[in-house]
């Protein structure tokens, strides 16, 4: 294969990845996954939690070799990357008028329309359920990477010896990801065809957002992570409730007791499948309008999603909403 031209350009200067800036110094991290003890994704993995970019499927599991689900790998390049939305005037702005398959409620929905915005190609009657391999979630990290601004890519050709089958566009992109150093072979082959797991996901995010703070926005400002949301020191419980919606569907609505004051609130922040039966449904506590007076009376809060029908369900507060207690299955 003769060498190809991959001096590349990004295009729309977006802001520095500043969510990753505090934790990728490779210091010691505030908190650690059991299951990663000993793994080498271990310090990056602890390092993207720490910024806020992903999550466990337990308040203390990863999960590193599940598989990601095109939803879950979306989501992890809009917020490892710090993707921004990008609108024009009189153009759509929900998800549901780009995917057939996206509903504007769904969890995932606005990393999708974020997503498209930025210039990722995801089909129309895109999957989000469906798995992702190893060269398409490369071929969408690029993608990711070029919309973060211009950088320069060197023109050496690395050979790819699993790769004689991939057509030229993604090729293009391991190119690109070789020669910056975000991805490296092992013993020359890449397993594009592979599913791609948390652990090797994280890792690409985490190297991608690295080179992206250092190269492409060397000169933006460096925006630290945001500091938890102030909360009551009360441990809240959050429970689990499945009651069928419609055929083949199910209703869970979680629900928390002893919130201080009816002005706050539940959001739905995403769902993981982690296994065949069961998914956990990460949430987040919001708080109350600033300009309003509110009764200081205990109350609870509710925030409902779907499920397909089958599946079990756990609750678990994303980051900073760490104070909640993760909810026990239900069926």
């Known amino acids: 294969m003769k060498p190809t031209n991959l001096l590349k350009r990004a295009k729309n200067m977006s802001i520095a990845c500043g969510i990753l800036a505090a934790s990728l110094s490779f210091g010691a991290s505030a908190f650690a996954f059991s299951d990663l003890n000993g793994n080498p994704a271990e310090a990056k993995i602890n390092a993207l939690h720490d910024a806020g970019v992903i999550n466990g499927i337990t308040s203390n599991l990863f999960a590193p070799n599940a598989k990601v689900t095109l939803a879950q790998g979306v989501q992890f390049l809009v917020k490892g990357l710090a993707l921004?939305?990008?609108?024009?005037?009189?153009?759509?702005?929900?998800?549901?008028?780009?995917?057939?398959?996206?509903?504007?409620?769904?969890?995932?929905?606005?990393?999708?329309?974020?997503a498209k915005q930025s210039g990722l190609t995801l089909a129309q009657n895109a999957n989000p359920n469906a798995t992702l391999t190893?060269?398409?979630?490369?071929?969408?990290?690029?993608?990711?990477?070029q919309?973060?601004?211009?950088?320069?890519?060197?023109e050496m050709y690395v050979d790819v010896a699993d790769g004689r089958h991939l057509s030229s566009e993604i090729m293009n992109s391991l190119q690109i990801l070789l020669n910056t150093k975000v991805i490296t072979l092992d013993n020359g082959k890449f397993r594009p065809a592979d599913i791609i797991t948390r652990s090797e996901a994280a890792v690409m995010v985490h190297d991608a957002a690295e080179f992206a703070a250092r190269v492409i926005n060397q000169d933006d400002t460096v925006i630290e992570p945001s500091e938890p949301e102030p909360v009551p020191v009360n441990n809240y419980i959050s429970d689990v409730v499945l009651e069928k919606a419609a055929e083949g569907v199910n209703k869970a609505t979680i629900t928390v007791d002893n919130l201080p004051n009816p002005g706050y609130g539940l959001a739905v922040?995403?769902?993981?499948?982690?296994?065949?039966?069961?998914?956990?449904?990460?949430?987040?506590?919001?708080?109350p309008d600033p300009d309003m007076m509110y009764p200081q009376v205990i109350t609870k809060g509710t925030v409902s999603t779907y499920l397909p029908e089958g599946y079990t369900a756990t609750?678990?507060?994303?980051?900073?909403?760490?104070w909640l207690q993760p909810a026990t299955d239900v069926q």
Do not use: C
């Not at 990008?86 to 057939?100: I, K, L, M, R, Y």
């Open 269 to 287: 922040e995403r769902i993981e499948f982690t296994s065949a039966t069961k998914a956990v449904i990460y949430f987040k506590i919001t708080l």
């Open 84 to 114: 921004t939305p990008q609108t024009d005037t009189g153009s759509t702005s929900t998800a549901s008028s780009f995917f057939d398959n996206v509903k504007d409620n769904a969890w995932y929905a606005s990393s999708f329309l974020t």
């Open 134 to 145: 190893r060269a398409e979630f490369a071929h969408l990290l690029t993608e990711a990477l």
């Open 315 to 322: 609750a678990e507060p994303v980051m900073g909403s760490r």
């Open 147 to 154: 919309s973060k601004g211009d950088f320069p890519v060197t």
